[in-house]
């Protein structure tokens, strides 16, 4: 859940994120252990508190922008060799993220990340194609800026 919530909304905030979800899970589980997959239901709830809480911050720093005065830009820190592709995950709509983290980090098929998505499985391979493309030209963007 962890380098899932990580995926969706950044290392920041994801323990907080994944023990949010496993608090309300453990709150429901005596209708939460019914359900065919209780582990995909931990899942969607983690990728709906991510989604949300990335909501709230791109709102709380659009607020804070209309404020405050703009600081002096600063030099980033050294990138490490994965940062650059969850850089560009996280540019990408938050379904896709969501199917390439499920896809990619927690190694599931297109069928559970539809059950966890609550879509098709068409959908599914619809945002992972349409995030792959994204990423390459994403990208390959970086890499002609260099």
Known sequence: MVALASAMAGTAIAEDLAQEAMVRAHRNWDRISLYESPGG??????INLATSSLRRRTIEVRSKLRFWPRPERELPPEPTADEPIWAAVAALAPRQRAAIALHYLEDLSVRDISKILGCTESTVKVHLHKARQNLAHLLRD?????
């Open 142 to 146: 970086d890499r002609s800026a260099r």
């Open 41 to 46: 239901w931990v899942r969607r709830v983690t």
